[in-house]
């Protein structure tokens, strides 16, 4: 998994973007434009707004590319919200991991690839635009979702050549339908039938993902 790490330091804070992760939402350039300018150099100059306005900015970018050193409260909700033909948004206390343990990144926000495409897999580099996937922001049947039982960090490993496993409570969202779920196995193939669910459709495919 890629890492591109620039650090843009201010009098207050310092604003972190790790270009490997960023899917160009455009919500930085939207929120503080006068802290997110693409034709100034730097691009970004965290002085040029109110600290509390670029920590609102910075945290509403969803796939974490962007990053100020302000812990995640411990009581936050974990959240996936499913986009129409493309990735899953992430939030909340979470660790993405290796199926052996080891972690990949500790964040409060991310962007999950369910394509199958991506070039920088598990999280998502636009890919899905070009490689035409389609799929709702719906849910599919969960067998058992597990989802009573205390709050807490979610973690999310990706199973070789197979789906995200999740482990904590997390909350899926998808179009009009909402799932409290514990455990879970997502596609991120782009095979299933029953998505944001794994139904085994990577093993004959031809998927391929440490």
């Given at each position: 998994?890629?890492?591109?790490?620039?650090?843009?330091?201010g009098e207050n804070l310092t604003v972190t973007?790790?270009?490997?992760?960023?899917?160009?939402?455009?919500?930085?350039?939207?929120?503080?434009?006068?802290?997110?300018?693409?034709?100034?150099?730097?691009?970004?100059?965290?002085?040029?707004?109110?600290?509390?306005?670029?920590?609102?900015?910075?945290?509403?970018?969803?796939?974490?590319?962007?990053?100020?050193?302000?812990?995640?409260?411990?009581?936050?909700?974990?959240?996936?919200?499913?986009?129409?033909?493309?990735?899953?948004?992430?939030?909340?206390?979470?660790?993405?991991?290796?199926?052996?343990?080891?972690?990949?990144?500790?964040?409060?926000?991310?962007?999950?690839?369910?394509?199958?495409?991506?070039?920088?897999?598990?999280?998502?580099?636009?890919?899905?635009?070009?490689?035409?996937?389609?799929?709702?922001?719906?849910?599919?049947?969960?067998?058992?979702?597990?989802?009573?039982?205390?709050?807490?960090?979610?973690?999310?490993?990706?199973?070789?050549?197979?789906?995200?496993?999740?482990?904590?409570?997390?909350?899926?969202?998808?179009?009009?339908?909402?799932?409290?779920?514990?455990?879970?196995?997502?596609?991120?193939?782009?095979?299933?039938?029953?998505?944001?669910?794994?139904?085994?459709?990577?093993?004959?495919?031809?998927?391929?993902?440490?």
């Amino acid at each position: 998994m890629k890492k591109k790490l620039h650090s843009y330091p201010g009098e207050n804070l310092t604003v972190t973007f790790d270009s490997a992760r960023c899917i160009h939402s455009g919500r930085c350039l939207q929120g503080a434009p006068s802290v997110f300018d693409v034709n100034a150099k730097p691009w970004v100059q965290p002085d040029n707004a109110s600290a509390d306005q670029v920590i609102s900015t910075v945290q509403q970018c969803p796939s974490g590319a962007l990053s100020v050193d302000v812990e995640t409260p411990a009581g936050a909700e974990n959240t996936l919200e499913l986009r129409p033909n493309g990735p899953i948004y992430a939030r909340g206390r979470l660790t993405l991991r290796k199926l052996d343990g080891e972690v990949l990144i500790e964040d409060d926000r991310m962007a999950l690839c369910r394509c199958g495409a991506s070039q920088n897999k598990p999280l998502c580099d636009n890919s899905h635009r070009e490689s035409g996937f389609r799929a709702p922001a719906a849910l599919g049947r969960l067998s058992s979702d597990g989802g009573e039982g205390p709050a807490g960090p979610l973690a999310i490993s990706a199973a070789p050549y197979g789906p995200l496993l999740l482990d904590g409570p997390v909350k899926i969202r998808g179009g009009k339908d909402t799932a409290q779920v514990r455990k879970a196995a997502l596609c991120r193939c782009g095979f299933s039938a029953n998505k944001p669910y794994c139904d085994g459709s990577h093993a004959t495919g031809a998927f391929r993902a440490e």
